[in-house]
């Protein structure tokens, strides 16, 4: 072969290049297989550990008043646990529908999450309070039995102390409607914790 042959043919890329281009290839596909594997979820409805099991074991102060509460302290009747902070916007724009259903005789038991006394009752204060309860976790032990990702968030208890759903984010008319409500009226009826799921 001729030098002027050997110039006419294209040099081959090296292997390290390919990978180059393969590379964000394997990340997208990887990517829209995590994305699709999620479609039809709702993303605010986990399936916690703690479902199915009792409330964890605590003594925290009242908000309010400073007395200690334990479990038992809490109602005997099926209820929603609220985990909110003054700190949290999102529990501001939630606060509404909180009000909606402590007016509906829904019973609602307050976790301040990580907040100091003074400013939570201040929002309290200022936004009215719909929680026949408040635990004082200031130091997030509580949250973190629970296993918290952040503020707010929701857990129905049963009679019996159990945790039989958890909502993560905020509660809005649909998911209350849709999932809340309904599950609260089944242990309160029958209970029973089929429509929990």
Same mark, same amino acid.
């Given at each position: #072969?001729?030098?002027? *042959? #050997?110039?006419?043919?294209?040099?081959?890329?090296?292997?390290?290049?390919?990978?180059?281009?393969?590379?964000? !290839?394997? #990340?997208?596909?990887?990517?829209?297989?995590?994305?699709?594997?999620?479609?039809?979820?709702?993303?605010?409805?986990?399936?916690?550990?703690?479902?199915?099991?009792? !409330?964890?074991?605590? %003594?925290? +102060?009242?908000?309010?008043?400073?007395? !200690?509460?334990?479990?038992?302290?809490?109602?005997?009747? +099926?209820?929603?646990?609220?985990?909110?902070?003054?700190?949290?916007?999102?529990?501001?724009?939630? /606060?509404?529908?909180?009000?909606?259903? %402590?007016? *509906?005789?829904?019973?609602?038991?307050?976790?301040?999450?990580?907040?100091? =006394? %003074?400013?939570?009752?201040?929002?309290?204060?200022? /936004?009215?309070?719909?929680?026949? $309860?408040?635990? *004082?976790?200031?130091?997030?032990? $509580?949250?973190?039995? $629970?296993?918290?990702?952040?503020?707010?968030?929701?857990?129905?208890?049963?009679?019996?102390?159990?945790?039989?759903? /958890?909502?993560?984010?905020?509660?809005?008319?649909?998911?209350? =409607?849709?999932?809340?409500?309904?599950? !609260?009226?089944? $242990?309160?009826?029958?209970?029973?914790?089929? %429509?929990? /799921?």
């Amino acid at each position: #072969m001729s030098a002027a *042959q #050997m110039n006419d043919v294209p040099p081959q890329p090296p292997k390290r290049r390919l990978w180059l281009w393969l590379l964000p !290839l394997l #990340m997208f596909v990887g990517l829209a297989l995590l994305l699709g594997s999620r479609l039809g979820k709702d993303p605010a409805i986990q399936v916690s550990q703690m479902v199915g099991k009792p !409330l964890p074991a605590f %003594a925290l +102060p009242n908000l309010t008043d400073g007395n !200690l509460l334990i479990p038992q302290n809490l109602p005997s009747t +099926p209820y929603l646990l609220n985990i909110w902070g003054s700190w949290c916007p999102s529990c501001v724009f939630e /606060h509404p529908m909180l009000l909606q259903i %402590a007016a *509906q005789g829904v019973p609602i038991v307050g976790v301040n999450y990580k907040d100091e =006394q %003074a400013d939570a009752l201040s929002y309290l204060a200022k /936004h009215q309070n719909p929680f026949v $309860l408040n635990l *004082q976790d200031q130091a997030g032990g $509580l949250g973190l039995d $629970l296993g918290l990702t952040g503020a707010p968030e929701s857990f129905v208890v049963d009679a019996a102390g159990v945790i039989r759903l /958890h909502l993560v984010g905020i509660i809005d008319a649909d998911n209350w =409607q849709t999932r809340l409500q309904p599950c !609260l009226q089944a $242990l309160t009826q029958s209970g029973s914790a089929d %429509a929990c /799921h």
